[in-house]
């Protein structure tokens, strides 16, 4: 009763978003996510031209091959769909369409008769942390006659050994797992090496885990009219070719396990062997009537480790953590038969975030907006693993962090774990997680402390010793070992400014308090009517949660749990934050400096927020003391951070031919504290157009030739709506976007070119979400604005309910009376001015009821006499009295 209003409003929200589909049209991105899950697996189109699938080899995120490759068989001829086969002819590529989850592409033979659609779906469901950190990836291949007649058509796929390792030379081992509803084909390494990454030389990793087993699996069924047949470990050329003079493969497992490749000694371009692991799915006849489900066929790709993170924890004792699904699937098999079963829904889901993200990105800047954000999502889950979190803390649930098992609708306790991917490979790095605060805002509020809470807990254990939080907490992922005893803090003012304000914004981005009542049941339904809540990611997550509400309470218990750590990070900050000492920033790309102003900010920042976690808190004291000190350096920090000339602010203080584009001014923006005056925000207004090149203004004056996209549009977010700085840097990351001569897509760029330089694939992008965040957070202060005005409190509510409830009561009571009197063929007539209860027992003054009784076949009137009296109050144990009651004649 209380979700009705609720549901109502999310219903009508997402026919609303559905009724606008959005434009997807000519949009085709640098890079296009092809499977996208996890730290390894990450598939990309990297090439420059035009992302022709048939000539184009699948790479990993680091840009090293992959192998996956697809041919199409059309009435005995054989086409190649993807990977460049150049055996057969290419396929010709008809359509790409670009959505937030899903890249699809359709091919065809030439002439064209039968058209291949391959929909790459690395599902997006924010809300659902649960399902968004399955380590799976759907490919669904469906074929269609074009041409109005009958074809024969079978489709081809294949995966190889690379997906493991960069070195072709590991030994792999395999197997086949026929179940019930799939079939699938898992491979690994011979030689496992837990938690540890392939070196290519000393020091540098390939980014690939030496730990865990690769699946590639199909559906199938025995009610499928898709005949599917596998192979695995055979040779690559063999494979092929077996496929394409026979249009099947013979579910043959060979088990001579092998290296991914063997070359020949002599010659070493020449690949000898290759084993691979393919799947052939035989539609039979298909013919314009044919169903969708006679042409379709569905396969699963991904990578699985149990455990997946090692942590370090009280006590020095470091644990192994083990991946969320774990918690509701006792082994890879169920989770995949899950997995298979949940495709309709997932695709539903993920098509509901996109339409949902284009309406937002539309309301708040433009369709091409749209486009940014939407390319920038699947890479933000590619860094995360959600490990189910088995310690004491979180079984006593102190803080309650938890996502809900979609099975049982039942809350896991869970934590987030990142790795830096491509920068440096380090675990849970504060200021990478800070950057895309805004898509967590947006889409996923409970993500924000799940993932703050790795690093606050390893805090908490003392094990660190420098005051500010760590940098990070394990030098290289998935080891999450921390830096015991470690005495140089890494950027120490940038993440302690940053823990404060993602705490602060995290608490703030809903209200708290799940919907207990039927008071804010009714006060969402009416939110929801005046549209004040429009922006921002909806959903329903356990039973009957709202996923915002539940990120903001998770925040607020974490602040208040670790309400001592976040308070000794701001005296840190107070002491050092004004004059910062030769340190190191997100924005320098050369090393650490003095005095840099963009640290003074978010220092300031970091001591705004704190008081606003405080007052929040009901910590009095707290919140003046750090608000007065926020107040006060920033009286200091504009004496000494704004240009002599007064047209810009400084990126370090006295250095008068310094710049910087001012990205920590999002946070002011973001959480609405106005603690930089007015005249700070129209000044880098005014200035960002003088120093703005074609992809939008350089972050640094010490390095013109980088900008970085995510603080190009938190930039954005902090200059004034409807200026022509925030077009400009709008506009300048979407034009790096449609910039199609890049391979790779790269948050750090050249602005003179639009050249991506490095940091590829990163979770940062989320940044790009800077403007739709800006206006959740106004929402949500706008809603506590008016909740707080409005003159019904809670209360009075209750109060009034209460009342009505009691009137509401007697009027029923007295109407039952009537009927019930009515039936029996009473009739009430009323002597005087007598209360509506007719309390014939009080009557005083002349004030009386007289009750008739009308004898339901003669039809006649009789008025009951004094022994009818009975107390209306006491109701039916009165009756047999007014039975014996003398009758009158009418
Ligand atoms: C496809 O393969 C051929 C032959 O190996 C090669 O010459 C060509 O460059 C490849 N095409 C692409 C787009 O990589
Ligand atoms: C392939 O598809 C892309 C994206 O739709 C398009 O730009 C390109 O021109 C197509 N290439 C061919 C050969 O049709
Ligand atoms: C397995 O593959 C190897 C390498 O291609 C091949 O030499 C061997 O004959 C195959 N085994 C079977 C039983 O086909
Ligand atoms: C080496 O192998 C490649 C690929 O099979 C072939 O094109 C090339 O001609 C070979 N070179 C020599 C010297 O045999
Ligand atoms: C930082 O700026 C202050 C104020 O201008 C100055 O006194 C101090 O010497 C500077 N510190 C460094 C290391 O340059
Ligand atoms: C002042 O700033 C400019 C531009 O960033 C830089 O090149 C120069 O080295 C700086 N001077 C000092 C003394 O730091």
């Known amino acids: 009763m209380v979700l009705r209003p609720l549901l109502l409003g999310l219903a009508l929200q997402a026919l609303v978003a559905l009724a606008q589909p959005p434009d997807e049209t000519d949009y085709t991105p640098i890079v296009v996510p092809l499977a996208v899950r996890s730290p390894y697996v990450g598939a990309y189109l990297t090439g420059r031209q035009d992302k022709n699938l048939a000539l184009m080899d699948p790479h990993f995120w680091t840009t090293t091959p992959l192998g996956w490759k697809g041919l199409l068989r059309v009435d005995g001829e054989v086409w190649n769909w993807m990977g460049n086969l150049t055996d057969w002819p290419a396929a010709v590529n008809s359509s790409f369409t670009h959505k937030t989850a899903e890249s699809i592409f359709t091919l065809t033979n030439d002439p064209p008769t039968v058209a291949l659609t391959a929909s790459f779906l690395s599902p997006i469901t924010p809300a659902d942390l649960f399902r968004q950190s399955l380590p799976f990836s759907y490919l669904r291949l469906s074929v269609e006659s074009l041409d109005g007649k009958h074809h024969q058509v079978e489709a081809y796929s294949e995966v190889n050994g690379l997906w493991l390792a960069d070195d072709e030379t590991e030994e792999m081992e395999w197997e086949s797992k026929e179940e019930k509803e799939w079939t699938g084909l898992r491979y690994r390494l011979e030689n496992q090496r837990l938690f540890e990454e392939e070196q ?160 937002d990105a539309r309301e708040v800047d433009g369709q091409e907006y749209g486009h940014v954000v939407a390319v920038s999502t699947r890479q933000i889950f590619m860094a995360l693993e959600a490990v189910w979190d088995e310690s004491e803390e979180g079984r006593d649930g102190r803080t309650g962090l938890m996502t809900y098992s979609p099975i049982t609708g039942l809350p896991v306790p869970t934590m987030m774990m990142l790795k830096e991917v491509s920068s440096n490979g380090n675990a849970n790095t504060l200021d990478v997680i800070a950057p895309f605060l805004p898509f967590m805002l947006y889409a996923t509020p409970s993500l924000l402390p799940l993932l703050l809470e790795p690093t606050l807990r390893y805090s908490a254990t003392g094990l660190y010793a420098p005051i500010p939080p760590p940098h990070d907490i394990g030098d290289h992922y998935p080891s999450a070992i921390g830096h015991n005893d470690f005495l140089y803090p890494g950027l120490p003012l940038e993440e302690a400014a940053n823990c404060l304000c993602l705490a602060l914004a995290g608490m703030r981005v809903a209200d708290p308090r799940p919907y207990s009542s039927i008071f804010q049941g009714a006060r969402t339904w009416l939110d929801e009517k005046r549209g004040s809540e429009r922006i921002g990611w909806r959903a329903i997550v356990g039973k009957g949660k709202d996923h915002r509400r539940e990120g903001a309470r998770m925040a607020k218990a974490q602040a208040k749990e670790r309400y001592a750590l976040l308070k000794s990070w701001a005296n840190y900050l107070e002491q050092e934050a004004l004059y910062p000492g030769t340190q190191s920033s997100t924005d320098d790309f050369f090393g650490p400096a003095p005095n840099q102003t963009s640290l003074v900010i978010k220092g300031i920042m970091g001591l705004r927020s704190m008081s606003e976690i405080a007052a929040d808190l009901g910590e009095t004291a707290d919140r003046d003391h750090y608000r007065a000190a926020a107040d006060r350096f920033v009286q200091t920090f504009l004496k000494l951070a704004v240009a002599d000339d007064g047209s810009h602010l400084l990126s370090s203080y006295g250095n008068q031919s310094s710049w910087l584009t001012h990205y920590n001014l999002y946070y002011d923006k973001l959480l609405g504290t106005e603690q930089f005056p007015d005249s700070v925000y129209a000044m880098q207004d005014a200035f960002y157009p003088t120093i703005a090149e074609p992809y939008g203004p350089p972050l640094d004056s010490r390095f013109p030739q980088r900008a970085k996209t995510d603080w190009l549009l938190w930039a954005a977010g902090a200059s004034s709506p409807g200026s022509s700085a925030r077009r400009l840097l709008v506009d300048a990351v979407a034009r790096y976007f449609r910039a199609d001569k890049n391979a790779v897509f790269g948050d750090a760029i050249t602005p003179q070119e639009g050249w991506s330089v490095g940091f590829l694939s990163r979770p940062v992008a989320g940044g790009h979400y800077s403007l739709l965040g800006l206006h959740v957070m106004a929402q949500e202060r706008k809603r506590r604005l008016e909740a707080a005005q409005e003159w019904i409190s809670e209360e009075l509510f209750w109060a009034a309910i209460g009342v009505g409830a009691v009137l509401a009561g007697l009027v029923a009571g007295r109407a039952w009376r009537r009927a019930r009197n009515g039936k029996r063929g009473y009739v009430e007539l009323l002597a005087g001015r007598v209360g509506f209860r007719g309390r014939r027992r009080s009557a005083v003054g002349g004030e009386e009821t007289i009750w008739l009784a009308e004898t339901p076949e003669s039809g006649s009137l009789f008025e009951l006499g004094e022994e009818g009296e009975y107390d209306d109050d006491e109701g039916e144990g009165n009756e047999p009295k007014r039975q014996r009651g003398s009758f009158a004649e009418d």
Do not use: C
């Open 200 to 359: 290519i030389t000393e020091g540098w990793t390939a980014d690939r885990i030496l730990h865990g087993d690769m699946w590639y699996a199909a559906q199938t069924g025995s009610s499928s009219p898709v005949k599917t047949t596998f192979s695995a470990g055979d040779d690559a050329i063999s494979t092929r070719h077996s496929f394409a003079s026979t249009g099947t493969l013979g579910n043959t497992l060979n088990s001579t396990f092998r290296p991914t490749r063997t070359r020949a000694s002599s010659n070493l371009s020449q690949v000898l062997d290759e084993p691979v692991f393919a799947f052939s799915h035989s539609f039979g006849t298909v013919s314009p009537s044919s169903s969708i489900s006679s042409r379709s066929a569905l396969l699963a790709i991904g990578h699985v480790r149990d455990p997946v993170v090692e942590y370090m924890t009280a006590g020095e004792v470091v644990a192994p953590l083990r991946p969320l699904w774990r918690s509701t699937f006792s082994s890879t098999e169920s989770l995949l038969s899950f997995f298979f079963r949940d495709y309709a829904d997932v695709l539903k889901l993920s098509d509901e975030f996109n339409a949902k993200l284009y309406a």
